[in-house]
């Protein structure tokens, strides 16, 4: 799935569920791309935007540059044995031979939702799994694990040379950690990439006369995770902002 139809289908939902702009945007890693796309999508709908540690523009490219071929080949091995058993159900799902009701020794259709999941939560997974067609199913297996090819289409994808946000609310929280399992002899490496990172946070946040790129000391990736309370505050930062704005 591209990062155009998830805005399509985030537009969607909005519609569906009668909730009406102007919006303040949200957005985690690729969720980045999808704020980026709103926004060029209905510039007087988006009137604020909390990012956090997100893809942004070229992205991949700015990294491959930055990145040695000893970080490289780390970054490559790191492919979770999970991804071979995901092809193996969408095989299954597509030839036919995995169906639900039906025989299924790998488990491909009885997934364990996180247990952080509320209930109801699970249960609407549960119910959404259950109705979906064997190809759905296919195809939503097949997306998840094709992270890397899809990444390199969003980078591209956002590319808006154009784009100005006026004085627009915008906070770009930046993760300060690389991933914890980073070998230490790859650490010098991986601060080369971690500064192209940043200089793409920091030409989101000069979109806009009111951006502003913060560093999260201590946090990796996930910062909505690790420093939930910073992540709320940005945003209430952010919407009393673009209210006073447009009060």
Request: net charge negative; aromatic share 4%.
């Amino acid at each position: 799935m591209t990062g155009l139809s998830m805005t399509i289908e985030h537009d969607g939902a909005l519609k569906a569920g009668h909730i009406k702009g102007p919006y303040v945007t949200a957005g985690l890693s690729l969720g980045g791309d999808e704020s980026l796309l709103q926004a060029d999508r209905e510039p007087t709908q988006v009137v604020g935007m909390v990012l956090l540690d997100p893809s942004f523009p070229d992205q991949v490219a700015r990294e491959q540059e930055a990145e040695t071929p000893a970080l490289r080949a780390w970054d490559e091995s790191r492919a979770s044995p999970f991804i071979p058993l995901v092809r193996k159900c969408a095989a299954g799902l597509r030839a036919g031979t995995l169906r639900p009701g039906g025989p299924d020794p790998d488990g491909c259709l009885h997934l364990q939702w996180p247990p952080n999941f509320p209930p109801e939560l699970r249960a609407a997974l549960d119910k959404a799994l259950a109705e979906a067609t064997p190809d759905a199913i296919a195809s939503g297996m097949e997306t998840m694990i094709e992270g890397a090819r899809l990444n390199r289409q969003n980078s591209k994808l956002v590319i808006n040379p154009r784009r100005n946000y006026g004085d627009m609310p915008l906070v770009v929280l930046s993760a300060e950690l690389p991933p914890p399992d980073l070998p230490p002899q790859l650490r010098a490496d991986a601060t080369r990439v971690e500064a192209a990172e940043r200089r793409g946070h920091q030409a989101i946040a000069a979109l806009s006369t009111r951006g502003v790129e913060r560093l999260v000391p201590g946090s990796p990736h996930d910062i909505a995770s690790y420093n939930p309370r910073l992540v709320i505050d940005t945003i209430d930062e952010v919407v009393d902002e673009a209210r006073a704005k447009h009060r």
